[in-house]
Structures are given as C-alpha cells and as structure tokens.
C-alpha cells in the first residue's frame, strides 16, 4: 500500500529512502522536492525568463515537464534552447523529440547549431579533425565546452534571464569523481553548489534536479508517460564519463546513497585559493 495517500498500490520503492508509493503520490513528492530545490536555493526569482537546455533526452524532457508544472508557482516563463552539435545518425532523432515536446507543451522554442555559431565546424567535423592525433577520445571534451557556449547563445538570444540544465544527482558525482580522477582543482571548484551566479558576464545558471537520482528521473518520465530520445551520443562510449559511471555503480552497490554523498562533498569542498581558477568569461 502507498505510504503517502494509503489508498493506492504502492508502484515502487524510492531508491534512497525505500518508502513505498503510488505513481500519483510519487511524481508529486517528486515535483515538491524539485520546488524546495529551487526555492531553497533561490535559484529562479519571480518574473525570470528561463532558458531550458532541452536535449531530448530524460533528463531535459522531465525539468522541462517539471518546471512547466511549477511554472505559476515560481513566477517564472519558460523557453526551450535546443544545441545542435552536428552529429550525424543521433541528433536529428532528438531534436525531433524536443520539437513534439514544444508543441505538445506549447513552449516556445529555439535551435541554435554548431555550425552557424563556430564557423562551420560541426561535432562530426572535430571528430574527423583529431582522429589519429590522440586527441580522437577526447570530443565530448570539445562539445562540453562549445555546447556551454552556444547554450549561452540561444538563451541571449530568446531574452533569457536564467538558463537551466537537466543535470542529475548521477551525471554530477559523475562530474565530481572525474575531476578528481584526473586532479582538476579548478573544475572542483567550480563543481559545488547548485549552480553559478554568472560570473564574467555569462548568465546565472542551475541545475533544479542536481538532487535527484537517475532512477527517479527516469520513474517520473514513466509515471507521467513522457516521450523522450533514449538513444546514446554516437561519441559517448569513448567518454572517461563512462568510467566514472562504472565507478559510481559499483560504490552505489556498496553505499545506496554514494551519488549524493559525493555531490554534497563537492558542495563543502574548500580549496586553497592557489588552486581556485579565474572566474569564466562569457
Ligand atoms: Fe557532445 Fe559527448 Fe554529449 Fe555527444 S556525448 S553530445 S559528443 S558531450
């Protein structure tokens, strides 16, 4: 039986806390955590313009979903920003999904593509560039770092205020345990937090679902039957990323709560300030 209404089937128990719920009961605690989130950590003042990075994927598909619930509460309006990297066989199938998402949703929304913002040069054209340069493993590097810029882009360019990435509690203990796998003082300290203020000129950016486990974003997108694009990034498999995915799965195995320890460490790390980085430009 469902702990929270007592009436319903339980459907699943919560990955952390092992309380039993129903579908209803569990996407509305979901939702309500998402809300004290953002409003604990004053993420979304009333009256902000909010660019959603939208990817297609479960991640995106559920804060756009959740937000769009939560919308009236916080005050806020939404516009999705779609990043097209160039990459042939994978993209097109997800920008598909985030144009059903907009229109189902009725949000507005704007795609902004590698090629038009960086002269031509698309993912696919970088992977050919630095194949057999022994940089050939290293393009979700590249993309990291172009796709931070042109999100920035589209978000200027629909009169954004804020920008939000569907980054999960996983992809951020992910994030946490590569920066120190690799000795990255400078991304650690970048890392805490739910998010920057918008430092040299960029705008304020957060992660509303930082909190939230995989195993539960990918509950509430079935609970609430949302349509996404499941397949993986044709450049993923040669990603550390992975690594540290298989790293985080076996210490999960160990400690259920591992994932969130580590994003809550990285939120109390303090560095010496030899090793805090010169804060981004735009
Ligand atoms: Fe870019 Fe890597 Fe993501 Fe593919 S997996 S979209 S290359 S960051």
Redesign the pocket.
């Known amino acids: 039986q469902c702990s929270s209404c007592h009436e319903a089937r339980a459907a699943l128990r919560r990955p952390r806390s092992g309380q039993a719920l129903c579908g209803p009961c569990f996407c509305t605690a979901f939702e309500a955590e998402v809300l004290h989130t953002v409003l604990a950590g004053r993420l979304l003042p009333p009256g902000a313009v909010v660019a959603v990075g939208a990817s297609g994927g479960k991640d995106s598909t559920v804060l756009a979903h959740v937000l769009r619930e939560l919308a009236p509460r916080l005050g806020v309006s939404l516009r999705l920003v779609a990043v097209d ?1 160039g ?1 042939g066989g ?1 993209r097109d199938a997800a920008l598909a999904a985030v144009r059903r998402q907009a229109a189902r949703w009725d949000l507005p929304l704007t795609v902004v593509a590698y090629a038009d913002l960086f002269g031509g040069w698309t ?1 696919d054209a970088v992977a050919r560039s630095t194949a057999g340069t022994g940089r050939s493993r290293a ?2 590097t590249f ?2 770092v172009l ?1 931070r810029r042109a999100l920035e882009e589209g978000a200027r360019l629909v009169g954004a205020t804020h920008i939000v990435t569907g980054h999960n509690a996983d992809d951020m203990a992910e994030t946490v345990l590569m920066n120190f796998l690799r000795g990255d003082a400078g991304r650690l300290a970048r890392g805490g937090g739910l998010g920057s203020r918008g430092e040299g000129g960029a705008l304020p950016r957060c992660r509303p679902l930082q909190l939230a486990s995989q195993k539960e974003v990918v509950l509430y997108a079935h609970f609430r039957r949302l349509d996404y694009f499941s397949e ?5 498999p040669e ?1 550390f990323r992975g690594h540290a995915r298989d790293l985080l799965k076996l210490l999960e195995a160990a400690r259920p709560t591992a994932a969130l320890d580590l994003v809550h460490s990285a939120e109390r790390l303090a560095l010496a300030p030899a090793a805090r980085p010169p804060p981004p430009g735009a």
């Open positions: 990297e990459i994978y993912m393009c979700c993309c990291g796709r993986e990034c044709v450049y993923a990603a």
